[in-house]
């Protein structure tokens, strides 16, 4: 339970930095 909790959480975090880098990315442009 406690594994698969966090690396759910890694992969979420993972997905929203990759998020909010393509969008600073796309303002910058």
């Known amino acids: 339970g ?9 992969i979420m975090t993972l997905i929203i930095l990759h998020l909010i880098n393509i969008y600073f990315l796309s303002k910058l442009d």
Do not use: Q, V
Not at 2 to 10: K, P, R, S, V, W
């Open 2 to 10: 406690i594994m698969l909790d966090d690396i759910l959480a890694g």
